[in-house]
């Protein structure tokens, strides 16, 4: 099994030399499957996103690194993997407590690793977080207020609200199609 943590401390500060904040650090698939990956990613603090350039900057560095650790014989990931390396997307996870203040005001889907006042899955809109405590307005349930250590797994919902809040920074030739010749 991976180490997570170990991964991450990793990861980190190749992100932090490129000027960008990790958001996750996860493994997808399992050891006995031939589909794992290295799922990272990151964003530009600036933007919230990054470009396609910076995701290619940044797996760069992390498979350098990765590789340099492996020819000193720390082997991070058992078996064959790959690299994934992006930014977090409209309907980003939210994986710090910082994600619950930037984002408050937008709709997320919570589950909790046990329930509180009987709810383990909440959606809503994010009210805030204060100090380590995080409250969403749920749908059913009013405000919700939750210790952040007792989140499994939240995520943004996709809503025109949200769209409007993530234009992409360059659409700039989404709607071209260049065709080649064949000569």
């Not at 990151?42 to 760069?60: H, K």
């Not at 939240?154 to 000569?183: F, N, Q, W």
Request: include cysteine; charge should be negative; hydrophobic fraction near 40%.
């Amino acid at each position: 099994m991976a180490d997570i943590a170990r991964i991450t401390e990793i990861v980190e500060p190749e992100a932090k030399a490129l000027g960008f904040d990790l958001v996750r650090v996860k493994i997808i698939g399992s050891e006995a499957g031939d589909e794992r990956a290295l799922q990272i990613m990151a964003e530009d603090p600036a933007t919230g996103q990054l470009l396609i350039e910076q995701c290619a900057d940044l797996s760069r560095r992390i498979s350098d690194r990765i590789d340099a650790l492996e020819e000193q014989g720390e082997e991070l990931i058992e078996g064959a993997y790959r690299l994934e390396v992006s930014s977090p997307g409209i309907d980003r996870p939210l994986t710090r407590l910082r994600d619950f203040a930037d984002w408050a005001g937008h709709e997320a889907k919570v589950t909790l690793t046990e329930k509180i006042d009987d709810l383990r899955n909440l959606r809503g809109d994010i009210v805030g977080a204060d100090g380590e405590t995080v409250t969403i307005e749920d749908r059913k349930n009013g405000p919700v207020s939750f210790p952040f250590a007792a989140i499994h797994a939240a995520k943004l919902v996709l809503t025109d609200r949200l769209i409007a809040a993530t234009m992409p920074l360059d659409s700039s030739g989404a709607d071209e199609i260049l065709e080649e010749e064949e000569g």
